[in-house]
């Protein structure tokens, strides 16, 4: 093998990959008539975890009840759990295919590995928490209600774009 | 073609987790393809070096967009059965705002995170562990900001009907914004981020030649063209009703149960079906038929239920639930029943039923068993039903009665768990 082989390929055309995507959130419109969503098999997966723990304790809370059906069969037997699964063998699937399949941290030269760690997961659960407000993320609220021309989705994408770029400057030492 | 197929009940729940699957696999995949597995090319954006995310995500949006607006303008699918999350704008601004600023901290969003995690980025795996975070604890003070969670409710709305625009001409307006916008970024990649345009994968690099690029962009312009003249999508409350079709069906009688085959489906415990009660209040709480929904004709919009679901109506004699056939048809509901002689049936029927010479003892000890279920009594000939039905009718809930079959008559329906993300 020599070191071409090695070296990651280009990503695709952003214009060709939306197109790809456009296709794959219209095939879940036509076959499913729903769309795409992230972040409610993630608090799919939280709500039936706690419920292991703490069955009383989850059933009493109107936000887990919501997410564990009514117990006829498992809540993780759950339509965006499976698209879920999907998206990360996809995912992996597009990356070795690539050769971008690589142990590493993304981050710009001018912040150190451990405070971009500490950033990721500050992120992510700043994200969880707007997610559940919102009733949805960039796959769920976005991307699918963007297309059905959603009130709540267009309003939601607004501001997703406004509340980044109104922060970007203070944190771009993480990033360029 | 009447897609959405699953909704039209062309497939199980079985096998839409394995859509789910392949599907979950497409969005995976155009995402990695795209680059979004990594945090530093999603964040490019916010600082004009890379607006990828921009490009990626209204593509794929206007792709949709005129994709379900050119199938449900050619009769291929019925738009109104497409999920609508409700809107909820004050959440969905806050909601949103966090986002955002969780975005430029965090890096990914819930969905390229997945991705970036898979393909060994540690920061996209700690993101996740994150988002589990911080969904846990958003869960545990739920209870205390419960009662802002759903503020000024707006319902299932499209921008059309908030601006009381034609759908197609709003189509056509965010084809020709993101084509707008796409033009705008390749300007600022250039200018902030001095990022020259590869000629390839760019709408404004010269030379001027026809690239894959440029006609996807003239055939979803097209395409947002045709929406511009082509009228509303939507079907459901502006269905026109074919009058004669609906004579014909309503003097053939092909849409009514009869009661005795509801009282099979309600002991095997089937739930494939919406039995609803038309009468009033008081008369649901003294009686009604186990599984029943108390809804007055009032209530009867185009969306309380599925267009697809199946309904059966029951009413005292039938009257009313004629009426709200006729109503539930010409709104496009696609499988109404009456339930033939209604509650009156019910009662004479399955709850009291009367023997005569002619009964075969088989049939008459089935109708016994049945009987028992719903907590009636049969009634040897010559005697007349119970003159007061609120003395006589049994109580709501039917006894545990394991003579028939298992008791799962008296399971309520299914809670549907939510759609939404």
């Given amino acids: 093998m020599n070191s071409v082989e090695h070296s990651a ?4 055309n952003p214009y060709l990959s939306g197109f790809g995507l456009g296709l794959v959130l219209l095939a879940s419109f036509v076959i499913m008539g ?109 991307l ?14 607004m501001c997703v774009f406004g509340g980044a770029y109104a922060v970007a400057y203070f944190f771009r030492k993480q990033w360029i | 073609m009447s897609a959405p197929f699953y909704k039209f ?38 600082y004009f070096r890379d607006l990828s995310v921009l490009k990626v995500m209204f593509t794929a949006i206007i792709t949709a967009m005129t994709g379900v607006y050119l199938l449900s303008r050619l009769g291929m699918m019925d738009l109104s059965l497409v999920y609508l999350v409700p809107t909820f704008l004050v959440p969905q601004i806050v909601g949103g705002l966090l986002l955002g600023v969780g975005f430029v901290i965090g890096g990914y969003c819930p969905g390229t995170s997945c991705v970036s995690a898979v393909t060994g980025r540690i920061d996209g795996m700690v993101y996740l562990v994150g988002m589990i975070a911080g969904l846990l604890g958003f869960a545990e003070v739920y209870p205390y900001v419960q009662n802002y969670a759903h503020m000024t409710p707006m319902g299932q709305i499209t921008l059309a009907k908030l601006f009381n625009l034609p759908y197609g001409l709003l189509v056509f307006a965010v084809v020709l914004m993101a084509l707008g916008a796409f033009m705008a970024a390749e300007w600022a990649e250039k200018k902030v981020g001095g990022k020259e345009p590869d000629p390839k994968g760019s709408f404004i690099a010269r030379p001027w030649r026809l690239t894959p690029v440029r006609i996807l962009a003239m055939g979803l312009a097209a395409a947002g063209f045709v929406a511009l003249v082509a009228g509303d ?68 919009t185009p969306d309380f239920a599925a267009h697809n679901e199946k309904i059966i109506l029951c009413s005292e004699d039938g009257t009313q639930a004629a009426k709200a056939w006729f109503l539930l048809e010409a709104q496009g509901f696609k499988s109404v029943y009456l339930l033939d002689g209604g509650l009156r049936s019910w009662q004479d029927m399955i709850l009291f039923p009367k023997k005569s010479d002619k009964t075969d003892e088989a049939v008459f000890d089935r109708q016994m068993q049945v009987a028992k279920f719903f907590g009636g009594t049969p009634q040897a000939e010559g005697t007349s039903a119970p003159a007061s039905v609120a003395v006589a009718l049994p109580q709501v809930a039917p006894p ?16 549907k768990k939510k759609e939404g993300c």
Wanted: charged letters at 15%.
């Fill in chain 2, 233 to 300: 999508p939507y079907r459901g409350s502006h269905a026109t009703i074919d009058t004669k079709d609906l004579a014909i069906r309503a003097g053939s009688g092909a849409d009514s149960i009869q009661v005795g085959q509801l009282a099979d489906w309600i002991i095997q415990g089937r739930n494939d079906f919406k039995l609803v009660d038309l009468r009033s209040g008081t008369d649901f709480a003294a009686y009604h038929i186990p599984t029943a929904e108390n809804v007055p004709l009032a209530s009867l």
């Fill in chain 1, 34 to 142: 729903r769309g795409l969503g992230a972040s409610g098999a993630f608090t799919t997966a939280v709500a039936t975890a706690v419920h292991q723990v703490a069955p009383t304790h989850a059933e009493n809370n109107a936000f887990y009840a919501e997410y564990l059906g009514d117990g006829s069969r498992s809540p993780l037997k759950d339509w965006l759990v499976f698209e879920v699964l999907g998206v990360f063998v996809g995912g992996f699937l597009s990356g070795v295919l690539a050769n971008r399949l690589k142990l590493t941290v993304e981050k710009g030269p001018r912040i150190g590995k451990p405070w971009r760690l500490i950033f990721a997961f500050i992120g992510g659960a700043l994200m969880g928490i707007g997610a559940k407000i919102a009733l949805g993320c960039t796959s769920g609220q976005a």
């Fill in chain 1, 144 to 157: 699918t209600g963007g297309s059905l021309l959603n009130v709540g989705s267009w309003a939601f994408m």
């Fill in chain 1, 9 to 12: 390929k280009p990503y695709w």
């Fill in chain 2, 400 to 415: 545990a009665q394991p003579a028939v079959s298992e008791p799962a008559a008296a399971k309520v329906q299914p809670k």
């Fill in chain 2, 9 to 46: 009940g062309l497939f199980g729940d079985e096998a839409s987790f394995i859509i789910a699957f392949v599907i979950g696999i497409g969005f995976g995949f155009f995402l990695e393809r795209a680059g979004f597995g990594s945090g530093r090319k999603l964040a490019a954006q916010f």
